[in-house]
């Protein structure tokens, strides 16, 4: 078998889902995803993932639920939600209607050398998200259907929902962000709800 074939340019997609992004809490996976995000534009609303592989949208529900007038936004990878795939269940279980989660979906690990992932091996994190009961699920494949779940972002009163973005495989040069632990303490204070020590 082979990775599924996307043809979205990773760093494209996701500033387009960005774009315009007013008060929207992000939280970027392991990896590519969070040179992503950081590559779209610094702001004191990304919290960016380094060592929690899987992690992402546990850490995307949490804050969800802390901040339930705030939309929350999990940027990750096949690889990292696969990682976390039972995320899924506890999504759907609380219903955030402030939570959307973007898989950037290429079927490879692509932060230890492109290995075919589950995803590219033919598992559809789309079929098992509505599998786990998350109703609004949506398959991308073009600009249009980014710009369409960016519409949705911002809308508290649904359901939580999750995009499995089709991007093309390839690697591109690392956008690091910032990585000091004090520095990202300070910057995301006050986001949870209460102080962070």
């Given at each position: ?126 079929v098992i998200a509505r599998g786990a009961g998350i109703a609004d699920v949506t398959d991308i494949a073009d600009m249009a259907g980014i710009d369409s779940f960016r519409a949705k972002l911002h809308d508290l009163s ?40």
């Amino acid at each position: 078998m082979s990775a599924p074939t996307g043809t979205l340019e990773r760093r494209a997609a996701v500033k387009a889902l960005l774009a315009d992004r007013g008060d929207l809490l992000v939280i970027s996976g392991l990896g590519s995803s969070t040179y992503d995000v950081f590559d779209a534009g610094e702001h004191p609303g990304n919290f960016y993932l380094w060592g929690a592989m899987g992690g992402a949208a546990m850490i995307g529900l949490g804050l969800a639920l802390a901040q339930p007038k705030r939309p929350v936004l999990v940027v990750t990878g096949d690889g990292e939600q696969l990682m976390g795939i039972g995320s899924l269940l506890t999504i759907a279980t609380k219903q955030p209607g402030n939570l959307s989660v973007a898989v950037l979906d290429n079927g490879q690990y692509g932060e230890t050398g492109m290995q075919l992932s589950h995803s590219g091996l033919g598992a559809k994190l789309d079929v098992i998200a509505r599998g786990a009961g998350i109703a609004d699920v949506t398959d991308i494949a073009d600009m249009a259907g980014i710009d369409s779940f960016r519409a949705k972002l911002h809308d508290l009163s649904g359901r939580p929902r999750l995009a499995r973005i089709r991007i093309a495989a390839g690697e591109l040069e690392r956008a690091l962000p910032p990585r000091d632990g004090s520095y990202l303490k300070n910057r995301f204070r006050g986001h949870l709800g209460f102080a962070v020590n």
